[in-house]
């Protein structure tokens, strides 16, 4: 860590203002004052989201979701309850939303990967004993891209390449702007090609 | 929740998230300092629009 960082970590630590006095003083501008507050619920809501959604990439978006909420919405909080129980409740919510969304990611996957079953049952029919080789690797290639990235790059992906919507109504559903929904399908689409076949990955 | 009004948890679901203090989690230091390094940028932004001069 570099020396600035670690001083502001050990002044970060030895604050003993409230956090009401702290919210006074960021709403005055004062950053070491964002930075005791921060490092005061960082690992609070880390721990709390980690302990709930049990992996690192999840647990962080989770973390990034809250502390957004927490700091967009921090001019309403008028102090009727304690800054504590409103982060709380802020994360609780955040948490308990971000697994909805993973269980219904699953689930429509699930229904998706039936269909494929039923369509490929019928063209099976006609392949020969490689063509169902190909696809078997094909399927647990892509299945293997999809549960590498986070669960909101997977929706993405599923949304745009599974159930053919345009981006602006991806980036609508999932709260993100048009660019970010583009740099995640490119990235997951390299992913899935470099898992399907390699030697294509280059042209993507 | 947009406002401090009382969300529905209790007594012991606060002491569980306070004992997050004592308890070890690999947290990556370098997305904690990308996530303060954008928070306070946020928080500025909207300091300058409460103050009208964005």
């Given at each position: 860590m570099p020396r600035a960082a670690a001083v502001a970590v050990r002044q970060s630590s030895r604050d003993t203002r409230s956090d009401v006095e702290l919210l006074a003083a960021i709403r005055?501008?004062?950053?070491?004052?964002?930075?005791?507050?921060?490092?005061?619920?960082?690992q609070r809501v880390y721990h709390f989201a980690y302990a709930r959604v049990h992996n690192r990439a999840d647990a962080e978006e989770a973390?990034?979701?809250?502390?957004?909420?927490?700091?967009?919405s921090i001019d309403a909080f008028r102090g009727q309850s304690s800054l504590l129980s409103w982060i709380y409740g802020i994360a609780k919510n955040t948490v308990n939303n971000h697994i909805r969304r993973a269980r219904v990611l699953e689930q429509r996957v699930e229904r998706a990967e039936d269909d494929l079953v039923r369509d490929a049952e019928s063209a099976l029919e006609s392949f020969?004993?490689?063509?169902?080789?190909?696809?078997?690797?094909?399927?647990?290639?892509?299945?293997?891209?999809?549960?590498s990235v986070t669960p909101w790059q997977a929706e993405v992906f599923v949304l745009r390449h599974f159930e053919d919507l345009p981006i602006q109504e991806i980036a609508d559903r999932m709260h993100r702007s048009n660019d970010a929904i583009r740099s995640s399908l490119y990235r997951v689409k390299r992913l899935v090609v470099q898992a399907v076949d390699p030697e294509l990955a280059g042209a993507v | 929740m947009t406002d401090?009004?009382?969300?529905?948890?209790?007594?012991?679901?606060?002491?569980?998230?306070?004992?997050?203090?004592?308890l070890d989690v690999p947290v990556d230091p370098a997305f904690k300092e990308r996530l303060r390094q954008r928070l306070w940028q946020l928080v500025q932004e909207q300091l300058r629009r409460n103050r009208g001069d964005a």
């Open positions: 005055a501008g004062e950053a070491p004052a964002f930075n005791v507050l921060y490092d005061r619920y960082f973390v990034q979701e809250t502390f957004t909420a927490v700091y967009r020969t004993p490689e063509d169902r080789l190909d696809l078997r690797r094909c399927t647990e290639a892509i299945d293997a891209a999809l549960s | 401090d009004t009382m969300a529905d948890f209790t007594i012991e679901e606060l002491r569980e998230f306070l004992q997050g203090d004592l």
